[in-house]
């Protein structure tokens, strides 16, 4: 089992940067992958990267290649996702969870089965 805490989020006008943290733990010997979802109100929730935490391979929703970045610290415990040129667009509650699967398959929300308690980032216009 895992327990994950995000935070970095924030207010930031368009064009802006932030930072997320996902501190993590777990009794399992490593963790498949973890991702960052987001949700708008009234909206889905949708992916946004994911990385496999022994390799470090990544995926990027196409919304966001090119302006995020994620990663993680091993030693830490802690997966980061650096978020520039944002756009209002990125407003959202932003998710860490894990997953014990990896490849394409981890785009897919129903592939995590530990899940923070998400963290505001709003952008504005």
């Known amino acids: 089992q895992v327990q994950l805490v995000e935070s970095g989020g924030g207010l930031v006008q368009a064009g802006g940067s932030l930072r997320l943290s996902c501190a993590a733990s777990?009794?399992?010997?490593?963790?498949?992958?973890m991702g960052w979802f987001r949700r708008s109100p009234g909206e889905e929730r949708r992916f946004v990267a994911a990385?496999?935490?022994?390799?470090?391979?990544?995926y990027y929703a196409d919304s966001v290649k090119g302006r995020f970045t994620i990663s993680r610290d091993i030693n830490k415990n802690t997966m980061y996702l650096q978020m520039n040129s944002l756009k209002p667009e990125d407003t959202a509650v932003y998710y860490c969870?894990?997953?014990?699967?990896?490849?394409?398959?981890?785009?897919?929300?129903?592939?995590?089965?530990?899940w923070g308690q998400g963290t505001q980032v709003t952008v504005t216009s």
């Open positions: 969870a894990n997953t014990r699967s990896w490849g394409a398959v981890v785009k897919r929300d129903q592939e995590y089965n530990y």
């Open positions: 777990e009794r399992t010997f490593r963790r498949y992958a």
């Open positions: 990385i496999g935490w022994s390799s470090g391979t990544t």
